[in-house]
Structures are given as structure tokens and as C-alpha cells.
């Protein structure tokens, strides 16, 4: 069994910080793709940043210079946090964190719940 948590979120003031955190726990062999995406009402969901053992970081191009991703893996689990800064009311969604998880039979796509980022102007 895999599980996706999330945690973090919260109401923040136009140029403050939030740390958000994702820990992925379980039965697992390997992640390769891990990343954070947000959505906000009325809009489609979108990357805001992911690490893959192929491609490297990415980051979307409305957080770039704003924003760090960063991975760490410990005994069956691996934590994807994500420093934000100088946050903008347009950063205002629900962030979810996915991951590509390979167990030991097969390889599937997990999302967490979200964590709610609130921006006030």
C-alpha cells in the first residue's frame, strides 16, 4: 500500500513564505517522477515543480525564481518539499502532490488529498 500526505498549507500575505511538505510512504522499489501541482477554482490543474530521475527539476514558468523543490528519501519513504516565496495571490490553489511509484508487480500514479494555499493581497 502507498500513501501520499501532504502538509503545510495555509493562509499567507502577498510577499510571505510557506513550506509545504509531501511524504510518500509504503511499499515501493523505486519513484522515479515526483512533483507538486496546484489547481485553482475555475482553472486547470498545473505543474508548479517535479523531480524526475530522467528530466531533472522543472518548475512551472509563474514560480520560477520563487520557488525551491527539493527531494529526500529516507527508509521506505520520500518527502518532496516545496519552499515558496515571495507568494502572489495568483498562487492562491489547492496544491497536490503526485508521484509515479513502482512497487514490486507494477507501476501506478498516486496523488495525495491537497494541502489549500490561501494568498491575501
Known amino acids: 500500500q502507498v500513501q501520499v500526505v501532504e502538509d503545510g498549507g495555509n493562509l499567507a500575505q502577498f510577499g510571505g513564505s510557506l513550506r509545504l511538505s509531501c511524504v510518500v510512504s509504503?511499499?515501493?522499489?523505486?519513484?522515479?517522477?515526483i512533483g507538486w501541482y496546484r489547481q485553482a477554482p475555475g482553472k486547470e490543474r498545473e505543474l508548479v515543480a517535479a523531480?524526475?530521475?530522467?528530466?531533472?527539476?522543472?518548475?512551472g514558468d509563474s514560480v520560477k525564481g520563487r520557488f525551491i523543490v527539493s527531494r529526500e528519501s529516507g527508509k521506505n519513504t520520500v518527502s518532496l518539499v516545496l519552499q515558496m516565496n515571495r507568494l502572489k495571490p495568483e498562487d492562491t490553489a489547492l496544491y497536490s502532490c503526485?508521484?509515479?511509484?513502482?512497487?514490486?508487480?507494477?507501476?501506478?500514479?498516486?496523488w495525495g488529498q491537497g494541502t489549500q494555499v490561501t494568498v491575501s493581497p
Open positions: 503526485n508521484a509515479i511509484v513502482g512497487t514490486s508487480t507494477s507501476t501506478g500514479t498516486y
Open positions: 509504503g511499499m515501493f522499489v523505486k519513484i522515479d517522477d
Open positions: 523531480i524526475s530521475t530522467r528530466y531533472g527539476t522543472e518548475y
